[in-house]
């Protein structure tokens, strides 16, 4: 069955860095889009960034452009998320998903995707 399995997750200053890091496993097709969510109790997932495979596109949310970055890595079932410039309001629990289909042009919607990891916690502190 696919497994993603995300990590990276930690606490770090407002200023500081951290990388995230996707592995999806125990698929046979190639997962066309993957992408970095997050959540903060009380509110509905936000959608962060998504990066599709086959066209090497990405799309991110406002609130993080110029400051994380998405990025496969060497294997096409690994993706990573560099965040940079960590502000208090970027702490959340993030996700990793996956999905078959090539990723939307322009929005993250949580629903586009069918594979999440288990999730990581990034707490940035003021």
């Known amino acids: 069955r696919v497994q993603l399995v995300d990590s990276g997750g930690g606490s770090v200053q407002a200023g500081g860095s951290l990388r995230l890091s996707c592995a999806a496993s125990?698929?046979?097709?190639?997962?066309?889009?993957m992408g970095w969510f997050r959540r903060v109790p009380g509110k509905d997932r936000e959608g962060v960034a998504s990066?599709?495979?086959?066209?090497?596109?990405?799309v991110y949310a406002d609130s993080v452009k110029d400051r994380f970055t998405i990025s496969q890595g060497n294997a096409r079932n690994t993706v990573y998320l560099q965040m940079n410039s960590l502000k208090p309001e970027d702490t959340a629990m993030y996700y990793c998903?996956?999905?078959?289909?090539?990723?939307?042009?322009?929005?993250?919607?949580?629903?586009?995707?069918?594979?999440w990891g288990q999730g990581v916690q990034v707490t940035v502190s003021s």
């Open positions: 998903a996956a999905d078959y289909s090539a990723c939307d042009y322009y929005v993250l919607r949580p629903g586009d995707y069918n594979f």
């Open positions: 125990g698929y046979s097709a190639t997962m066309n889009c």
């Open positions: 990066i599709d495979v086959d066209r090497r596109s990405t």
